[in-house]
């Protein structure tokens, strides 16, 4: 099993930045790919980005160019770097990471507010 706990989150003005967080614990040495979502009060949940073992990454247009993933193998941290945040990136955010011969896990999330 593989335990994923979220930090990082905030109240943060318009344009400015958060770095978000998410630390793996458990069976981390069987982790492939990681992720960030996020969902907004009555809204469908979002998929942002997914970064692989590879450190290949991927992102919805939403957020390209403004958001940056990244993960630190050695420590079994995954990042979100988010520059020039806007009020609809008011969410929950949450990453998730695939585990080979296990399944999916999901962290619990962490609130980031963007309002003046």
């Known amino acids: 099993q593989v335990q994923l706990v979220e930090s990082g989150g905030g109240l943060v003005q318009p344009g400015g930045s958060l770095r978000l967080s998410c630390a793996a614990s458990?069976?981390?040495?069987?982790?492939?790919?990681m992720y960030w979502d996020r969902q907004a009060p009555g809204k469908q949940r979002e998929w942002l980005a997914t970064i692989t073992q590879r450190n290949i990454a991927t992102y919805t247009n939403s957020v390209k160019g403004r958001f940056t993933i990244s993960r630190d193998n050695a420590k079994s941290t995954v990042y979100l770097q988010m520059n020039s945040l806007k009020p609809e990136d008011t969410a929950v955010y949450y990453c998730y990471a695939d585990v080979r011969y296990d399944g999916r896990y999901w962290g619990k999330g962490t609130q980031v507010t963007v309002s003046a």
């Open positions: 458990g069976s981390i040495f069987n982790i492939d790919s």
